[in-house]
């Protein structure tokens, strides 16, 4: 049997739409359509419930589908194995923080040289979505940021923990008399800026998950003119003196037009990286892995400088 075959059944299992998982798979409706309807015919049972808007798997379907995945991870696995003895491979990483790219950005050259046949394939997405990934198996490695482990069962591990700072302009009349990285407590926020024009993140992110929490803690209604996924728009309308953000530490520059300010109560979330759930690692993904606990074994303080980091190969 053709495992692609295989993956068209799991597809549409996903997707529970024809159309929709015949676009993820790049082949026509119609001939998706054919090959279920033959496979069908050739089990003498239907796998899908056919509704007006959405399939579903039968009880047959839900075997299939259980016993498609064990193979497709069966292959996975062979084909990392063999491409491990020829030290070649491929590596997908999802990052949802700016903490995750500039480490990337630090061990992936060093990384390459040691093992040059192993790609790197990096995809920049939201919380939400590095989590599907994540479930779908469509990444191996996740960087994170988030307030706990728990969305990630045993497969997190924190890196390190994060600060979070209150990000105003630099003309700020705040900023005139209190020097920027100093602790600010929560009735000097709600004081001197009930006025001013929050930018939040979107739902669904750490630092809104964090931010509202703070806010519902202090009972604080905030004026939420602009919610962004983009941390670099974030900071530019900050810049511009447009409105104040709370930023994680590791996305807290621009500085000289940027006052950043430590919390009293101190906000934290986590940085951490996620393993693909059942992921066996060949030698090359392990040594991977070990390059990203090393970076931040080695850097832990002020991890929005560009830290001089010398990259050793791991023990």
Known sequence: ???????????????????????????????????VSRLEAELGTPLFIRNKNELTLTPAGVLYTEAAQKVVKIQKELYQNIASLNERGRITVGVTSNFGLRMLSEIIPHYQQRYPGVSIEISEVSLPGLKKLLVDGNVNIG????????????????????????AIPKNHPYAHSHASGTRITVEELIHW???DNFVLSKHGSSLRMLTDQFFESCDFNPNAFCETNSISATRSMV?????????????????????????SPALYRLNMVVRQKDWIQNEPEQAFMEYILDYFKKNTEQPWLAENYVISPPA
Do not use: H
């Open 143 to 166: 960087l994170a940021a988030e307030i706990s482990t728990v969305p990630f069962g045993g497969m997190a591990q924190i890196l390190r923990q994060e600060e979070v700072f209150f």
């Open 1 to 35: 049997m053709d495992i692609k075959y295989l993956n068209y059944i799991l597809a549409i299992a996903s997707r529970r739409n024809m159309t929709k998982a015949a676009e993820d798979l790049f082949v026509s409706q119609s001939s998706l359509s054919q090959y």
């Open 193 to 195: 800026f009930s006025a």
């Open 239 to 263: 810049a511009q003196g447009t409105g104040v953000a709370f930023v994680g530490e590791s996305c807290s520059v621009d500085r000289e037009s940027i006052a950043y300010y430590a919390l």
